[in-house]
């Protein structure tokens, strides 16, 4: 997920330089919420796994 992210986040820059500022828009827009989800997973991820140690 993280890596969509990134991919995303470089694609709003590439189209940012070269002006499409509608499709750089969405992308930005697709990074960040992919990027909130991975926090959140990997919030989830480590609370849960931590629990589990005996």
Do not use: E
């Not at 330089?17 to 969405?26: C, E, Q, R, T």
Request: glycine fraction near 12%; proline fraction near 0%; avoid cysteine.
């Amino acid at each position: 997920m993280l890596h969509w992210s990134l991919v995303f986040l470089v694609l709003a820059l590439v189209a940012g330089v070269l002006g499409f500022s509608g499709i750089a828009g969405a992308s930005a827009n697709i990074a960040w919420i992919l990027f909130v989800v991975f926090l959140v997973v990997w919030i989830v991820s480590m609370v849960m796994g931590r629990g589990r140690k005996v």
